[in-house]
């Protein structure tokens, strides 16, 4: 398949993760606690081995310079970092009987727009490299996992049906295409590699700012092994794929 090909199917298989809320229905509460924490963990150690095991050496071998790369990886983190900010500011300033319903739209516009950039950055990877692509894509979907299960909820709490839920959560998720698109419609008149460690420093964020703080918080040691042990999987599994699929 060519480079459009892999975008446009990474964009869909995304959209397609959007559903994994369904799974919630037949979950007991406390079953889903126990399978999301983990996951969450697992998510973590993915972005964050992808951002360092793959993005960053792609972006300095790609020719950019260690100065230029450090820049795009702050300027990454740094936009998610804003985005999350802005989004807390507009939850803090509702009364807490006004908050459940808009919370749900804040919800879907914070998700829209974080699936926009992130098809963005992940479409620079495919343009650079399609076996950096894939991994970058698989080190996000294993994020989007968890995200999806908790935002499922929240929608649904926030008032929306469960079919709603999942209609709007799809819909939210195809902003991931979109921002594939883009990138691979600008990849013939400007330089998209710089997309690469941006991307990078979106991984970082989420992973260390987001991520970590769900899974560390807990007194009980056999929660906090089988959390560092998931954590340790998403690291090795992207170590692994960096010495078995070099870019």
Known sequence: MNTLSWIVLGGLAMAAISLVGAFTLVLKPATQQKLLLPLVAFAAGSLIGGAFFHMIPAALSSGLSGFGTGVAVVAGFTLFLMLEQALHWHHCQQAESERRRPMTWLILIGDSLHNFLGGLAIAGTFVVDIRLGITTWLAAAAH???????????????????????????????????????????????????????????????????????????????????????????????????????H
């Open 144 to 246: 989007e996992i968890p995200q999806e299960l908790g935002d499922f909820g929240i929608l649904v709490h926030g008032g929306m049906s469960k079919r709603q839920a999942l209609l709007f959560n799809a819909l939210s998720s195809l902003t991931f295409l979109l921002g594939g698109l883009v990138t691979y419609g600008l990849s013939s008149q400007l330089d998209t590699s710089w997309l690469i460690p941006f991307a990078a420093g979106n991984f970082v964020y989420i992973g260390a700012a987001d991520l970590v703080p769900e899974v560390n918080r807990h007194a009980d040691l056999k929660t906090n092994l089988v959390h560092l042990g998931a954590f340790l999987l998403g690291v090795v599994l992207l170590l692994i794929a960096k010495l078995t699929i070099p």
